[in-house]
C-alpha cells in the first residue's frame, strides 16, 4: 500500500513573490526536520521523505552545547520546548566486577548545556516544520536520483515518481542519497574499531543497581568491552542497556537484529558483573539498535543540484557532538540557499566552507568515543579513570569542549509568514 502523503499548506506571504523553490530532504531524523523547519520559515517548499513507519521515539539522550548551538536553537524558537523535555543530565559511574565505584563523570561532562532524548528533539523538530508548512512521507525510501538541467526527478520505492528543485540527504552515516549521488559507503565510511549497541529492558532484570531517573549511568569495563546500563527517561518500568566492544570490522546483515544478538553474545560471553543479565534481556527486545562506530567523510558536500548534511556529510556513529552540528548545519544551508535565489551553486559552496572546518573538528571525539568508553588494555583503563578522576583535568575538559562549539555565523532572518493550517490527505 502507498504511503500517504501528510501535507500542510505552504506559507504565506504578502504580495507576490516568485514560486518557492520545492526541496526533497531524505531523512526524518534530527537533520531532515531542522532543515525542513528553516527552509520552510524561509519561504521554500520542503518535502521529507523517512523509510520509518513513523518517528523513532526514545533513543540515547543528545545533547547541545556552547553558545552558538544555544542561540541557533533559540532563533529557531524550540529552545523553550527542548528545556521543558530536558533529562536533566545522565552522569556516569564506571564501577569493578563487584560493584565498586572506580570513576564517577558528572552530568554536566556527559550532557553539555541541554541534554534531550533524541526522540523528543526530532519530534519537537518535526512539529515545528509542519506548523511552518512541511511536507512529510512516512515509509518509503529513494530508488534513484536523475539530475536535469532545471531539477532532479526522483523515483521512490512506494510513492510515484516526482521532481524536486534539490534534493538534500539528510540520511545519516549510511546515508541513502549519498549512496545514490556520490557512490558506495565503502568509499566514504571508515571503520573505526569499535561496534556500539542499544536496547530497552525491563528496569527491574535482577540488576540490583539504583536505575532511577537522574541517576545516570552504571557501566563495568573489561579491555576492550563496555557493558552499562541506565534508567529510561520515558518510561520508570523500563531501563536502557549500552555496550561497546573494540573488533575489527564484521560482514553482517545491518537488517538482521538477531544476527547481531549473536555478535553481541559473542563479544561479551563469560564477562563478569551484571553482563549475563543484560544478554538475558535481548531475548525480547525489540528496538535494538546496533552499528559499527564509524565516521563518514565526503569529500565534497555537494555535486549540481544535490548536497548532504549532518551525518551523510561529515559524522561519527557516537560521541562527535554531532547532533548540535547537524542543527546548525540546517540553519546555515537552509539560510544561504535564501540568501542565493536561484543560485544553490553558490548557496551550497557558502554552506560547506562556512561548516565543513567546524564539523570535522567536532567528529574527532567520534574517533575517540569507542577508545575512551572501552579501552584496550588494563593501563588504558587505569589511565581513563585516574586522569578523569581528578576535578583540575575534568573541569578543563568541560571548558575545551564548549569552547570547542563557538563559531561565527551569519543572522539569516525568517521570511514573514502566516501560520499555515494543516491540511492531512
Not at 518517528?55 to 548551538?69: C, E
Request: net charge neutral.
Amino acid at each position: 500500500m502507498t504511503a500517504p502523503f501528510e501535507r500542510t499548506a505552504s506559507p504565506r506571504t504578502d504580495g507576490p513573490r516568485p514560486a518557492a523553490r520545492t526541496v526533497l530532504i531524505s531523512g526524518a531524523g534530527v537533520a531532515g526536520p531542522a532543515l525542513a523547519h528553516r527552509l520552510a520559515r524561509h519561504g521554500l517548499r520542503p518535502t521529507v521523505v523517512e523509510i520509518a513507519p513513523a518517528l523513532r521515539p526514545g533513543g540515547q539522550a543528545v545533547d547541545f552545547r556552547g553558545g552558538t548551538q544555544l542561540r541557533v536553537l533559540r532563533q529557531m524558537g524550540i529552545f523553550d520546548e527542548l528545556h521543558r523535555v530536558r533529562t536533566g543530565g545522565s552522569p556516569m559511574t564506571f564501577v569493578d566486577a563487584d560493584g565498586r565505584e572506580l570513576l564517577y563523570l558528572p552530568a554536566e561532562f556527559v550532557g553539555g548545556d541541554i541534554e534531550v532524548l533524541r526522540g523528543d528533539l526530532s519530534r519537537i523538530l518535526y512539529e515545528a516544520s509542519l506548523e511552518a508548512g512541511a511536507e512529510y512521507v512516512f515509509g518509503d525510501s529513494l530508488t534513484s536520483l536523475t539530475e536535469t538541467t532545471t531539477g532532479v526527478d526522483v523515483t521512490f520505492r512506494q510513492a510515484p515518481p516526482r521532481t524536486f528543485d534539490l534534493v538534500i540527504g539528510a540520511d545519516g552515516l549510511h546515508s541513502n542519497v549519498r549512496r545514490l549521488a556520490f557512490g558506495p559507503d565503502a568509499d566514504h565510511v571508515t571503520h573505526l574499531g569499535h561496534y556500539a549497541a542499544t536496547w530497552s529492558l525491563p528496569r527491574h532484570s535482577g540488576l540490583d543497581l539504583d536505575l532511577r531517573p537522574g541517576a545516570g549511568s552504571v557501566g563495568h569495563n573489561t579491555p576492550g568491552r563496555l557493558a552499562s546500563v541506565a534508567a529510561d527517561h520515558t518510561d520508570p518500568a523500563r531501563a536502557r542497556a549500552f555496550l561497546v566492544f573494540a573488533s575489527p570490522e564484521l560482514a553482517y546483515d545491518r537488517h538482521d537484529p538477531e544476527a547481531h544478538k549473536r555478535l553481541l553474545r559473542r563479544a561479551f560471553a563469560g564477562l563478569p558483573w551484571k553482563v549475563d543479565r543484560l544478554l538475558d534481556s535481548l531475548d525480547t527486545a525489540d528496538d535494538l539498535y546496533f552499528d559499527s562506530i564509524s565516521r563518514a567523510d565526503a569529500p565534497a558536500w555537494s555535486a549540481g543540484r544535490i548536497a548532504l548534511l549532518g551525518d551523510a556529510a561529515c559524522g561519527a556513529t557516537i560521541g562527535g557532538m554531532g547532533t548540535g552540528t547537524a542543527v546548525l548545519g540546517a540553519y546555515v544551508l537552509a539560510g544561504e540557499l535564501s540568501r542565493s535565489p536561484g543560485d544553490h551553486r553558490t548557496a551550497f559552496t557558502r554552506y560547506e566552507s562556512l561548516l565543513r572546518g567546524y564539523a570535522q573538528d567536532r567528529q574527532k571525539g567520534g574517533d575517540r568515543t569507542g577508545r575512551f568508553l572501552a579501552p584496550s588494555s588494563k593501563l588504558g583503563l587505569h589511565l581513563r579513570n585516574t586522569l578523569l578522576g581528578k576535578p583540575r583535568i575534568l573541569s578543563w575538559m568541560l571548558k575545551a569542549a564548549k569552547d570547542a562549539t563557538a563559531l561565527a555565523l551569519p543572522d539569516y532572518p525568517d521570511r514573514p509568514v502566516n501560520s499555515p493550517s494543516k491540511q492531512a490527505h
